[in-house]
């Protein structure tokens, strides 16, 4: 689907007034259905540039085609088509992975459990597993996250997994030390893949936390009484909301039917525009 600023875009284009309709191709592991007011994708987790662009007769498609990096470890299930390959107005704000939630780059504490069930970001998510009425915790340290050129309205995104219906909260904490953080909390959360997205400003400070210094990020998962828990952690990120750039949009969005990518493959990703005149 063509967004409301793609086709703006586009007519910039036609005018001659920017030189390309799209420069880079993302990739990403939300699966809400494309709107005309889609800005980014749901989560993303890597983007391409563009080397061509082709138009096809039989479908009356116009064709962009990248390779996806050899790093890249994701279960796919929405593409987007940039106008460029990053937002220079956001400058230092720009979007970013914060935690992928992987054992083979990330150690976490209180001996972490891992699970390939429910994995859309890498090789692998941090399941959390409570007994009934308990509480499971775990925190990575050793960061440096200076998040305070972020605005308020600036949104975090939190992807999870909840298995079942036995979970009374979720929480992650950014951490300027154990006494001082922010935190985010969903309560009752449904069963079911969650991309949670939340604006910075509606965190909650406990203590005196200091965005420039965040060097530990803690999870945790809360079963009901009774109930037992089940919720893997797959990623968290950071997207710039407000730094204004006519040129930089998200001309089209696309869910697709989810496909893997492994890290190390040779892959190519196309997306595809109907145009007609």
Not at 61 to 89: F, H, Q, R
């Amino acid at each position: 689907m063509i967004t409301t600023d793609g086709k703006y875009h586009i007519k910039r284009y036609l005018a001659t007034q920017v030189p390309q309709i799209g420069r880079c191709i993302a990739l990403g592991i939300g699966s809400t259905a494309p709107a005309l007011t889609d800005t980014r994708l749901n989560f993303e987790v890597a983007r391409t540039d563009v080397k061509s662009v082709s138009y096809n007769f039989a479908t009356n498609k116009l064709v962009w085609k990248a390779n996806v990096p050899d790093s890249l470890a994701a279960t796919v299930y929405e593409i987007g088509l940039y106008s460029l390959e990053a937002n220079t107005a956001a400058g230092q704000a720009d979007d970013r992975m914060i935690t992928s939630f992987d054992s083979a780059s990330e150690v976490w504490s209180n001996t972490p459990t891992w699970s390939t069930a429910n994995t859309r970001i890498g090789e692998d998510s941090l399941r959390q597993s409570p007994a009934a009425g308990a509480t499971v915790s775990n925190e990575v340290a050793d960061l440096s996250f200076d998040l305070s050129l972020y605005s308020g309205v600036d949104v975090f995104l939190f992807a999870y997994n909840n298995l079942n219906t036995n979970t009374a909260s979720v929480q992650v904490r950014f951490k300027t030390d154990d006494t001082n953080y922010f935190s985010y909390t969903a309560t009752n959360p449904v069963a079911g893949y969650h991309v949670d997205t939340v604006n910075k400003a509606t965190l909650v400070s406990t203590g005196t936390p200091n965005w420039a210094a965040i060097n530990k990020i803690e999870v945790y998962t809360v079963s009901k009484a009774s109930l037992v828990a089940t919720v893997d952690w797959d990623g968290i990120r950071v997207a710039d909301s407000d730094s204004i750039n006519p040129d930089y949009v998200l001309v089209a969005r696309e869910t697709v039917t989810p496909f893997l990518i492994k890290a190390g493959s040779v892959n190519e990703i196309e997306f595809s525009v109907t145009i007609t005149v």
